[in-house]
């Protein structure tokens, strides 16, 4: 039986783990010390904070599919919250859902940590680069460790990272290099009493904060209000490497500006996403190179969504699977 190795414990390299559990020996490097990628919650104490991607939409049927299966399992929740859209001169207006949109519960975590269960995934395991060896390629870890030899190896990192890992000669090398992904800032807010807010979530116009979100009134979730605050990708791109402090108070401050009457945090915290989403796509399923046994997907393939992060995975298993039987 081949064997595999795949970057990412997110939802397109876990997606693909599992599918080619039966077709090979696969091992999933994770460079967190949890699953999902961007499908991310973070915990302190009593907080807890959906702090990567904040839900999302099912547009076809095979992602339909795969969602119910795990809404039998009260894995994936309808979201329904009060929506408005703020910001610039008009008074705040509610802004409807047109479609549904579903969250993880009670994390956003909690999908991949499912789909993880039966698979052998390395943890706090940093892929740094890959060599070949004389029957398929070596992984060289950021602890000094080395596996394999693989005889395939597959990234499902953000596109400039599998560029990075990925040979010059990797016959889609070009492709992934001219593809550029966005950075975004997230604030996570923590509140000892209840928070009462005219919206669960909100659309901002006109500033550097983008979205807001009550994660604590996401189906599942309990514990104390959590609000969530994500700067535009634009905003981001430029203040990207600015010292976070500095990021925190100016997000802060702006937050006020939106909400005057939004008291005084009891917890505060900061994450810098340096590839949140993929400013263009390269409109294909996914990056095979059946001639060097190498691949990449993601959801940079086909958009910035959890669901084409899904179908890219799912259409690399359905190809690697004619190749490895």
């Known amino acids: 039986m081949k064997s595999l190795a795949i970057v990412g414990a997110g939802i397109a390299g876990l997606t693909l783990a599992t599918r080619l559990q039966k077709h090979a020996n696969v091992t999933v490097f994770e460079k967190s010390a949890g699953y999902g990628g961007r499908l991310a919650t973070r915990r302190s104490g009593a907080y807890q904070f959906d702090h990567g991607a904040q839900y999302f939409t ?38 409807p859902w047109f479609e549904p949109h579903w969250v993880a519960a009670p994390g956003m975590t909690s999908l991949c940590e499912s789909l993880a269960r039966n698979l052998r995934v390395e943890l706090d395991a940093e892929v740094t680069s890959i060599c070949p060896a004389n029957e398929g390629w070596m992984v ?4 000094g460790a080395q596996r394999g030899p693989y005889d395939w190896f597959i990234s ?30 997230s604030l996570m807010l923590g509140y000892q009493l209840p928070l009462s807010l005219s919206f669960q979530a909100a659309k901002v116009t006109n500033s550097p904060i983008g979205w807001l979100a009550l994660d604590s009134s996401k189906p599942g979730r309990s514990g104390p209000s959590c609000l969530l605050a994500q700067t535009t990708n634009q905003w981001a791109d430029v203040n990207l ?26 917890h505060v915290d900061l994450q810098r996403w340096r590839y949140a989403a993929a400013t ?13 046994q190498l691949a990449a997907c993601g959801d940079w393939c086909l958009g910035a969504r959890v669901e084409a992060a899904f179908t890219s995975a799912a259409r690399l298993a359905a190809r690697l699977q004619i190749l490895l039987d």
Not at 140 to 143: C, E, K, P, V
Not at 167 to 176: I, R, T, V
Not at 280 to 291: P, T
Request: hydrophobic content about 35%.
């Open 280 to 292: 263009s796509s390269l409109q294909q399923d996914c990056l095979l190179d059946d001639q060097r």
């Open 58 to 95: 099912a547009r076809s049927a095979e992602f339909r599919q795969f969602l119910d299966i795990h809404r039998d399992a009260a894995l994936v929740r309808d979201w329904q919250p009060r929506t408005l859209t703020l910001g610039g001169d008009k008074e705040p207006y509610t802004r």
């Open 156 to 185: 499902t990192a953000p596109a400039p990272q599998a560029c990075n890992l990925m040979p010059a000669d990797f016959l889609h090398y070009q492709e992934l290099e001219k593809l550029n992904m966005s950075g975004c800032f």
């Open 140 to 143: 060289n870890l950021l602890s």
């Open 241 to 266: 490497d600015g010292p976070a402090l500095e990021i925190r108070q100016l997000l802060l401050s702006e937050l006020q500006r939106l909400l005057p009457q939004l008291p005084d945090p009891d």
